[in-house]
Structures are given as C-alpha cells and as structure tokens.
C-alpha cells in the first residue's frame, strides 16, 4: 500500500462523529482536501475586500540581532533587519496581531488576506513572519532553532511588546491575536504567556486549522513527499510532467495566469493532477521550507551538519551543494539532529523525542485551553495536517468554542465568505471601540 494510501485512510479516521459537524449547508466547492489545499477558494466567493491603495500601512523594521551583521553572508543583506507590516485605521480602533504560517513570512499572501479582512472590518493589523521563517530566524531569533513552541512564542511575544512601545501614538481600543496553521499554535501559546505576564491584555484568540500535534503534522507531510507516482512517463520526473501538463492548460486558455483561481480551474480541466499528484506537490514545498529551516539554522549555529565548520561563504559562493544537503533531510531529520540536541542542552534536559513534542503541541496547553473562554478555534474535518482524534480532541477542549467545516483541506477555505464572517464574528464581541 502506498504512503498516500495510507495518508488517505489516516483523513477517513479523523472524520468527525455525526454531531460534531454543524447541520446547516456549507457552500464551499471542493470535497477533495488536496484539491481544497492547493486551490484556495475561488474569488466569486470570498468576501469582499478593501484595495491596498485604500490601507493605510507601512514597512517597519527592527535591528534585533547587530552581532550578525558581520557573521553572515552579505546575500543576507535583506534579512538581517527584522521587518513587519503595520495597517492603522484614522481612528481608534482594535489592534490585532496576525502570525504567518510555516516558513511564511509576515508579507504572504495568506497574511495579506487576512490583513485586508480585518482592516476592512476596522481592525488596525498587525503581521509577524512565522519564525520558522529565514527571515525570522536571521533577523529576530536568539536561538534560531524553531520548533519548540514555548520558546518560539516567547520570541514573538518580546516582539509584540516592541512594537507596542514603538507605535504608542496608535488608538487602540483592544488587543486581539490570530495566527494560521503553525502560527496558530504559536498563538496559543502567547495567549498562555499574556495570561501569566499581561504585558499584551490580549482580549480574544484565533486559532485558524492549528496543528494539534506537531509531530503528527510533520510526519503528514513528510510521508506525502514520498509518494510513489505510477503514472509519469519513464524518463521523465512528476516536475517535467508538471510543467508539461499546464503548458498544454495555458495553450488552451491562450493566456498564463498563475495564481490559485488558475489552480482551481487548471483542476477543472483535463489536465488535473490526480491524488498522488497533488500530495507530491503539497508536500514538495514543505520539503523546500524544512530545507530552508536546516541550511539557515545550521549556518548560524556553526553545527557543520550542512556548512562545514569555517567554511567562508561569500556571494560568489554556490549554495547549491548545502541547499542538495539540507534537502535530504526532511523535517523529522531537523528534530532529531538539530532541534532535540538545542533543547536539550538548553533547558539541560535529558528528556526523550517523545517530551519534546508533547511540550510542542496543543496538549501541553490543555488546562489553559479548556478554562480560557476567550481562545477559540477553527479547523476543516478532512484537514491533511490532523491524526486520528484530533478533531475530538479539539472538541473535547474547547467545547462550543470550536468552530468545524466538512471540509476545506488545510486553509482551503480559510477565504470563503463563511469563514471571513465566522473568523470576524468570533472577535466582535470585543471590538467595540
């Protein structure tokens, strides 16, 4: 049985019981949740949404780390300065903090959507990159190790604080944070942070189809790059079919559009990508974002697992030898050879895989969770980054503040019109000004 098959079988196990669904009719078109993964939503439904020549917003940046100025590569230079985006509304208003994905930096598409959604409902926003971000890592991290969330959110907290200070001629009425996939679980545990230190007064908490168990995530995700594709031609690699595939779609329309609605109707056509396919695909770029996350966090700690020791890189130097190197190595590679070794020698810990990735996960923060009612969360049944009884789990613990769809992949539907009014009904209660 192929990996994807039993990925497969994985997504029926965690289909929800009957009741955990809501029983009204959701409109979202795609039932195939690596379709949905890939597509995004159409743009005839999602919600409209203001022009970025209507937002008031600006670039701001912070010298968080000067040490590294002189210890990286100058093909660094557009890092090594942390960088968010600040949307201010002309008047007083809620003021919420939105925190990027996987490798997604705080400028990302799926950012920018969310920054218009809230800034059109009279949010100010605010946009951090996920620090497992290059950027994040370079520029704002200490460590730059990701993947201990405690540890991470902490970072991102000291950085919220920062910001506040810096923009305190901005009204805000109340502070509000939000993150998407692996930048929900970040949230989650700031909200654990605030509760202890309050230095933020965080109102209200989103959590947008978090992982609930980091390793069970990564190892989805992982296991789907290693698909076997029975239906490439000999000779040619699933990239060259790709490619072959929408340059025979693009030939049909005349024209070359790439962008998700393109993906959404290039999945109409003849020329779909069956399952295996787009799992492949999916899979593909988190292989590329753990590479990242191996080569960046290997060359600032000097470990010589991918850049030998004293190697001088200049921006002469081919990275392409290092990048082939940290690309054999997936995400489960990074735990056990960078990320389990830091944090035990960190916290002086002799604490197996098994602790680390309880400390990592929604489990850690369960009691939290259960007794805060102002931290909700959204997630899709069919949602590729779950296991099984994730979904009950979730239920479990926050009880009617968890809001399931049947379906829309991970972050598929995080655009559909539902979702854009559910996502900003969740936070009106207190966003009165």
């Known amino acids: 049985m192929s990996h994807l098959r039993h990925l497969l079988t994985a997504l029926l196990c965690i289909l929800p019981l009957p009741g955990l669904l809501a029983a009204e009719p959701y409109g979202y078109p795609l039932d195939n949740p690596f379709e949905a993964t890939i597509a995004g939503t159409p743009n005839p439904l999602m919600p409209k949404l203001p022009d970025n020549r209507d937002i008031k917003q600006k670039d701001y940046s912070f010298n968080l780390r000067p040490e590294r100025e002189h210890k990286l590569p100058d093909n660094f230079w557009a890092v090594k300065r942390f960088k968010y985006r600040l949307a201010r509304q002309k008047h007083r208003a809620p003021l919420i903090f939105i925190i990027a994905g996987t490798g997604a930096r705080y400028d990302a598409s799926s950012m920018e959507y969310l920054k218009k959604l809230f800034y059109g409902a009279g949010f100010h926003v605010v946009q951090l990159s996920s620090p497992t971000s290059y950027d994040f890592m370079i520029s704002a991290s200490q460590h730059a190790t990701p993947g201990y969330s405690p540890l991470d959110a902490a970072e991102l907290y000291a950085i919220m604080q920062r910001i506040r200070q810096r923009h305190d001629d901005v009204l805000v009425s109340s502070w509000h944070l939000t993150g998407y996939s692996l930048g ?250």
């Open 184 to 433: 929900a679980l970040h949230a989650a545990f700031i909200s654990v942070l605030d509760q202890h230190q309050k230095a933020m007064g965080l109102q209200r908490t989103l959590l947008i189809n978090p992982p609930v168990n980091l390793y069970t995530s990564v190892s989805n995700l992982d296991r789907m790059a290693k698909v076997k594709l029975d239906d490439v031609p000999a000779g040619t690699t699933f990239y060259q079919s790709l490619f072959d595939r929408l340059a025979l779609f693009f030939q049909h329309k005349g024209r070359f559009d790439l962008n998700e609605a393109m993906l959404f109707e290039f999945q109409q056509s003849a020329e779909k990508l069956n399952d295996e396919q787009l799992a492949l695909l999916i899979a593909s770029v988190f292989r590329l974002t753990s590479a990242d996350i191996n080569y960046v966090s290997d060359l600032i700690n000097r470990r010589g697992l991918i850049t030998p020791p004293g190697q001088h890189i200049s921006d002469g130097t081919s990275l392409t030898p290092y990048f082939e190197l940290a690309l054999l190595c997936d995400f489960n590679c990074y735990l056990n050879d960078q990320l389990l070794p830091f944090w035990q020698q960190r916290y002086r810990s002799k604490g197996s895989l098994r602790q680390l990735i309880r400390e990592t996960s929604l489990y850690a923060l369960e009691d939290h969770l259960r007794d805060n009612n102002n931290i909700g969360v959204m997630h899709n049944a069919d949602d590729i980054i779950l296991g099984e009884g994730d979904l009950e789990y979730l239920k479990a613990v926050f009880g009617p503040r968890f809001k399931l769809y049947p379906r829309g992949g991970h972050l598929g539907n995080m655009a559909f019109h539902n979702n854009a009014a559910d996502i900003l009904e969740f936070f009106h209660a207190d966003t009165d000004s």
